[in-house]
């Protein structure tokens, strides 16, 4: 434990100049050994280390993704069994997704600014994306999903949890423009066995609930063409985002519903870059979020210490 | 142009008329999702009729200033100019235009419009219509009681700006506006009718695998809200905009309540004419309420005289000498004499306040050129303020006159709704921006939280001014006299008042 603490420590230190600037140049030293860097040890109140995966029925009972459990997945049950439980209300801007909603506009001003400089768009089109093939993972009901459509993309949304897919076809067939959509149970995985390309891959707060984020990454880049994008968003492994999305948002707020986050689970920025960076990805744009309890609303900021997002290119072989 | 503007309307009504048709069946209430659970051939029928029938982006329900002003925005902006907009009024003004001459008598129903609404109409592009058009831009007011306490005077160089703002006809702003969406080729449909009825759906927000929303065949209307017209057609949109002025329509079946109440005044509105050019804005209070004298150009200026009931009839009712007697009387010496411009009453009690701010070159008291006739009928409303607790909620939201009434003191009204038209539109292009459908209510909230605290602080000021000037409590015109007379000295203090209500969206006193 001591160890996994210093390691984590130590990977800290070595890239902390280099990463924590929104706008750095590459992070050369990704060859650190990352692969045990997420220490349960300094949460202050995670709840135990869960068991390994075991594939039973329950799976089924929830209505998530079928199908043979050989290859790697990047499922986590119990995330999923929270997920499958509150799906009913993904388009109640009041109810448990309400942060999402809010912060919607905000997330979708980082991509719209981000994928119209790169892939060339004019910003002051009403269907800027017009021409982009765009895969939503872990798109949940659909809420970045449909606006993304609305922007002119050609959007494909796949979750893990069939029940999500069902309430995300149904309202995206409410508007014409968003029933264009293709929504499929499944997984980042299953999507890259079946050699599907995209000009940008998008997987905004689900890396913190999946098994193992590097293979998760690795998913996504190999569903990027290259140079294309990649847009992750999550929450930081810091005692103020352990504050405010644990205790705030959970706990105080009401937002969430206890046991949402496992603090745990959370990734830094500096590791998310190099992961992303050993998956051939490299971050060009990294913000964050920050919440004004006063407007109630999110602003992008360079501060990346609770929620952030990033940007990254997938490097041409 | 005006024949050109009637008929587009006749090819609109025609248009109507057809579509008429599908409304007549049950199909029609079918589609709008009251009737479910029909054979999946039958679904298929309703669909087919979803794509003929009438929908838009957005229905904007009264075509008066404000709801021309939001067209104009939306038809000006790179992000909105795409979308599909209904304008649904039965005001016959909107199809027949009036015919705007300038050699005739200003039209008694004027705005005194700030340099924020002027911008905005620069911003459009109308303004080029008002400059072909009467309109007189004033650029010192001057503010006094009976009393003979105290007076204020304001100029724009106090504030670095040129004028203190426009007086402009209703009907040429209205006008310009139209001038301006026609020779856009933004889409948009007059409907000459009123709005009924209008069922704005469920949310969806409420979606649960049991609620109805399952069970209904997924239909490409289920975000749309429908309006039921006079003329019996319907329509769909995403957003239904209210701007059909004090008496809302859209603000009463949207279930918005209000708070307000009637000053249990009138305001005694006219234009008269001068033999000189009057170029100066004039308030003076008296003790039933404020007189304002407002430049129009050439000789003319226009009246809003505020009075109890009674009095309002009586001078409407008068005769045309008596009635410019009385006016002359009201802006001179009547009720009480010229105020005097030293402090010595005071005493210096307001020493404390001015600190070590320099003072403004003081300008001498004015007396208002005479009036020498009436130019127009007299017109008697009743003062009232009246404020909606809710501006939006799903697929639906109020601007102008809708959303708030204040009375003419200060000529705000207008440029409050013209205000509103903005920012809703700046709102729904960044909704657009970012793909947020356009009848999410998060987004029409972040108007109504935007709208709100500026209106409310704007009927505020002119509650407080209305409440501190119709009662006539000697205490009381000594501390007004006092502020007045404050005001003018104080150069950062006045240029705060100014600049609120010139439109400049700061806080008064305290920024
Ligand atoms: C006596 C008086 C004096 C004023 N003086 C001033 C002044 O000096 N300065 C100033 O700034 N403001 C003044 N105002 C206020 C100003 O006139 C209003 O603020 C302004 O007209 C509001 O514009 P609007 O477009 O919101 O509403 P309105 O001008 O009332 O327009 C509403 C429109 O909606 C239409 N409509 C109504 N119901 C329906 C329906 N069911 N279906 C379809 N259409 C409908 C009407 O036909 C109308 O065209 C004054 C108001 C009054 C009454
Ligand atoms: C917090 S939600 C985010 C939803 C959506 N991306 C958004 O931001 O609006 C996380 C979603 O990820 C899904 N999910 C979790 N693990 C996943 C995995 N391994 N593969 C695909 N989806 C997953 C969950 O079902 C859930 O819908």
Redesign the interface.
């Known amino acids: 434990m001591a160890s996994k603490l210093l390691n984590h420590c130590h990977l800290r230190a070595l890239c902390s100049t280099h990463v924590f600037s929104p706008r750095f140049p590459h992070p050369t030293r990704a060859t650190l050994t990352l692969l045990h860097f997420r220490p349960f040890s300094d949460a202050p109140s995670s709840p135990p280390p869960e068991k390994p995966q075991s594939y039973n029925n329950t799976r089924n009972d929830i209505g998530m993704e079928k199908g043979p459990t050989q290859t790697p997945s990047s499922l986590k049950e119990l995330e999923l069994v929270k997920f499958a439980s509150i ?9 448990p997704f309400k942060p999402l ?2 912060m ?2 905000t997330r ?2 980082f991509i ?1 600014s981000t994928l119209c400089r790169h892939f060339r768009k004019d910003p ?3 269907r800027p994306f017009e021409g982009l093939k765009i895969v939503d993972v872990g798109c949940g009901g659909g809420i970045l999903s ?6 002119g993309a050609a959007v494909t949304g796949v979750d893990a949890v069939e ?1 999500n897919i069902k ?1 995300a076809r ?2 995206a ?4 423009v968003t ?1 264009t959509i293709e929504y499929c149970c499944t997984t980042a995985e299953r999507l890259v066995e079946e050699e599907r390309k995209f000009d940008a891959v998008i997987s905004l707060e689900v890396i913190e609930h999946v098994a193992d984020p590097a293979e998760f990454c690795k998913s996504l880049a190999a569903l990027t063409i290259p140079d294309g994008a990649t847009v992750i968003s999550t929450i930081n492994r810091s005692m103020r985002a352990y504050a405010t999305a644990i205790i705030g948002a959970e706990y105080i707020l009401h937002w969430l519903p206890k046991g949402t986050h496992q603090w745990s689970s959370f990734l830094t920025p500096e590791e998310l870059v190099l992961i992303l960076e050993r998956a051939n990805i490299t971050v060009k744009e990294l913000a964050g979020f920050v919440y004004n309890p006063f ?1 109630r ?1 999110w602003s992008l900021s360079d501060d990346i210490s609770v929620n952030f997002i990033s940007f990254g290119t997938k490097n041409a072989q | 142009m005006n024949r050109v503007i009637a008929r587009k309307l006749a090819a609109n009504v025609s248009r109507l008329k057809v579509r008429q048709e599908y409304f007549c069946t049950d199909a029609a209430a079918r589609v709008s999702g009251f009737y479910r659970g029909q054979s999946s051939q039958e679904h298929k029928e309703k669909n087919d009729f979803a794509n003929n029938i009438q929908q838009y982006d957005i229905a904007i329900v009264g075509g008066g200033m404000v709801g021309m002003a939001l067209a104009c925005s939306l038809a000006s902006m790179p992000l909105t100019k795409h979308l599909n907009v209904a304008i649904i009024d039965g005001n016959p003004a909107l199809g027949s235009r009036v015919s705007l001459n300038k050699g005739d008598p200003p039209d008694a129903r004027v705005s005194t419009v700030t340099p924020a609404t002027i911008s905005l109409f620069k911003d459009v592009g109308a303004w080029q219509y008002i400059e072909q058009n009467r309109h007189a831009y004033f650029d010192k007011m001057q503010v006094w009681d009976y009393t003979g306490l105290g007076y204020t005077r304001y100029n724009a160089r106090d504030i670095n700006k040129e004028v203190l703002g426009c007086v402009v006809e209703n009907k040429v702003l209205h006008d310009s506006l139209l001038s301006c969406i026609e020779t856009s080729d933004f889409q948009k449909t007059f409907h000459p009718s009123r709005l009924t009825s209008m069922t704005l759906h469920p949310s969806s927000s409420s979606m649960g695998m049991d609620s109805t929303l399952l069970k209904t065949p997924s239909s490409s209307l289920g975000h749309l809200a429908k309006l039921e017209l006079s003329d019996g057609k319907s329509i769909f949109a995403k957003l239904v905009v209210g701007a059909d002025g004090g008496k809302s329509r859209v603000r009463e079946l949207a279930g918005f309540k209000t708070t307000g109440w009637n000053y249990s005044q009138d305001a005694v509105i006219c234009t008269v004419e001068h033999s000189v050019e009057n170029q100066c804005a004039w308030q003076r209070f008296l003790p039933a309420g404020p007189i304002a004298l407002l430049p129009m150009g050439n000789n003319f200026s226009n009246i809003v005289w505020t009075m109890n009931p009674k009095e309002a009839m009586n001078r409407k009712l008068m005769n045309e000498d008596d009635f410019v007697k009385d006016t002359n009387a009201a802006l001179d010496y009547g009720y009480g004499p010229h105020p005097k411009s030293s402090l010595l009453e005071m005493g210096d009690m307001f020493s404390w306040l001015r600190g070590d701010v320099t003072l403004s070159a003081t300008e001498g008291f004015e007396v208002p050129p005479k009036v020498v006739k009436l130019a127009s009928e007299r017109m008697v409303f009743p003062l009232s303020l009246k404020h909606a607790n809710d501006y939006a909620s799903k697929h639906v939201v109020l601007i102008g006159d809708a959303a708030h009434t204040v009375h003419p003191l200060a000529g705000q009204g207008v440029n409050m709704g013209f205000g509103d038209a903005l920012a809703l539109s700046r709102v729904i292009a960044e909704g657009i921006a970012v793909g947020i459908d356009i009848g999410e209510v998060t987004m029409l909230k972040k108007y109504e939280e935007e709208r709100k605290r500026e209106n409310i602080m704007m009927m505020a000021i002119l509650d407080g001014f209305q409440k501190a000037y119709s009662v006539d409590f000697g205490p009381l015109n000594l501390l007004r006299a006092a502020v007045l007379h404050g005001a003018n000295y104080i150069s950062p203090l006045k240029r705060n008042i100014i600049s609120y209500a010139s439109g400049d969206q700061r806080l008064p006193l305290f920024s």
Do not use: Y
């Open positions: 799906a009913e209300t993904w388009w109640d801007s009041e109810g909603h809010v919607n506009p979708l001003a719209r002051n089109s009403s449909e606006p993304l459509a609305r922007m029940k309430i149904l309202h067939d409410l508007d014409p029933s407007t609303r």
